[in-house]
């Protein structure tokens, strides 16, 4: 190949079709770009309605550009968009549809704009439509999680420190848990969203234009609040996307946790949890396997998406002002991250909806490992009035003694408590059940079954879910 006429011995293969070709192909966009037609169109009109009410455009050629817009939105939405690397990009190909058209009268479009606002116009577009939709996918995961967590609110299971046996704690504390997560998520992803809606259009290339363009109708027009104030901020800035990555990120690293505990509790030993068939996969050589496919790729793609928030700050960081090609690159991260987090979440939905809670092996779970130790211990300072400190050490001493005749602490008879210290009463045995632990911890937030079902009742009425 490198031998062939026209190409450069140096450059080797890979140029065998000349320099030109290969600027043709490093340069084109449209090949991931496309996915910002809807955008690109409803900016084009917004701008040349502006055009024409500004008396920049005269109203037939204004109509007619108008026209000839949706008809190529028309043709996009039943074909597709056409790939054609010379034409780089969705803008460029845009408009040489509608030349092809409408004719010359096409060119008036790109009067007063650049495709710099343009790109930045559009993406902030997509953007916003990928955080509403992210915003609707938690809501549906809150609303899955919660209510699952009312139907478990007094269903005990060990909760863990460390991964060891810490003290009992229901599973619809524990999934409420994941709703406070998404809640926040929730507020990262509103955050992001009012942030991002000004609209640069109207920055043109870097400075702005002399035409008496009208900014803040055009910013109404597509739906933002204000347009933004500084046209070279406008057409480098990319911190919406930046913070749509960040808000993802954060969500998948939750959903990754959540997926990782649902991996552990579908495993033998533990056998907390069966998963849906439907999110599951067999092994092609072990007829007994099911597999937490769905809940590893969602732990897998976590790192994907955090890797692309990475990508865009990397490519962002040694930018001077103001456009720089290194920003065509900023729109592959952000829907290879859109697209994992959206799969992501409705699969994780489909997991906490469907799953089958194992709530026998939960409460027998529950009972080893001494989960009630700290009820011992704060019986001795409520019922006997001893210091924790020393009612820690006395609990130590019984759980020694348990475990060193394999049982649980209610097992032991009273007389050899009592040999470990004389104020333990026969009350105790109340206090040491897992039914007795949990019900005790009503602190606000608690797991107590009765604390889990208002929080359930504020959470039901946050999200709009009707009342069982
Ligand atoms: N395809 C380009 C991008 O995505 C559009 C902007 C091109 N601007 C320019 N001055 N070459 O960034």
Not at 11 to 24: E, L, S, V
Not at 91 to 102: D, G, N, P, V
Not at 352 to 359: I, P, Y
């Amino acid at each position: 190949m490198s031998g062939k006429a026209g190409s450069n011995q140096m450059w080797g293969g890979r140029f065998a079709a000349g320099p030109a070709a290969i600027m043709r192909e490093i340069n084109a966009s449209i090949p991931f770009d496309k996915a910002l037609w809807r955008q690109d169109i409803a900016a084009s009109q917004a701008h040349v309605a502006m055009l024409g009410a500004q008396g920049i455009v005269s109203p037939d050629d204004a109509a007619a550009i108008a026209a000839g817009l949706a008809h190529v939105a028309t043709e996009y939405a039943a074909h597709g968009v056409p790939e054609n690397w010379d034409l780089e990009d969705i803008h460029m190909t845009t408009e040489s549809r509608l030349a092809e058209l409408i004719g010359p009268v096409a060119g008036r479009l790109h009067t007063a704009r650049s495709r710099n606002d343009q790109v930045a116009t559009d993406f902030r577009l997509w953007v916003r439509d990928c955080l509403d939709q992210t915003d609707a996918a938690l809501a549906a995961l809150q609303a899955a999680l919660v209510m699952r967590a009312d139907e478990h609110a007094a269903t005990i299971m060990p909760g863990f420190t460390h991964l060891q046996t810490a003290q009992p704690v229901t599973l619809g504390h524990h999934l409420l848990a994941y709703y406070e997560m998404f809640r926040r998520d929730r507020s990262r992803v509103a955050d992001a969203r009012a942030r991002l809606n000004e609209c640069p259009l109207g920055a043109a290339a870097l400075a702005g234009t002399g035409f008496p363009i009208d900014r803040a109708a055009t910013a109404a027009a597509l739906g933002f609040d204000r347009p933004t104030a500084n046209s070279l901020d406008s057409v480098s800035d990319r911190d919406f996307a930046l913070d749509f990555l960040m808000a993802a990120a954060q969500i998948a690293l939750h959903v990754s946790r959540l997926a990782e505990e649902l991996i552990i509790w579908a495993s033998q030993p533990f056998g907390f949890v069966v998963l849906p068939d439907s999110l599951s996969t067999g092994s092609s050589i072990m007829p007994q396997k099911k597999n937490p496919d769905a809940a590893e790729l969602v732990r897998g793609h976590a790192g994907r998406i955090i890797g692309s928030l990475t990508a865009l700050m990397i490519t962002m960081k040694g930018l001077p002002l103001a456009y720089s090609k290194d920003m065509q690159d900023d729109k592959p991260p952000v829907f290879e991250a859109a697209g994992l987090l959206s799969l992501s979440l409705a699969a994780m939905t489909g997991m906490v909806a469907e799953a089958r809670f194992r709530t026998d092996r939960m409460r027998g779970a529950a009972e080893l490992g001494y989960a009630t130790a700290t009820d011992l211990a704060d019986w001795l300072v409520r019922q006997a009035d001893i210091p924790f400190r020393e009612a820690h050490h006395i609990t130590g001493a019984a759980v020694r003694l348990a475990e060193s005749r394999g049982v649980a602490l209610d097992q032991i008879a009273l007389a050899d408590l009592q040999a470990i210290d004389p104020r333990i009463q026969p009350g105790v045995y109340a206090a040491l059940s897992v039914e007795a632990s949990v019900a005790a911890r009503t602190s606000y937030g608690g797991t107590a079954p009765d604390q889990v079902r208002q929080r359930v009742a504020e959470a039901r009425a946050a999200l709009g879910l009707e009342a069982e």
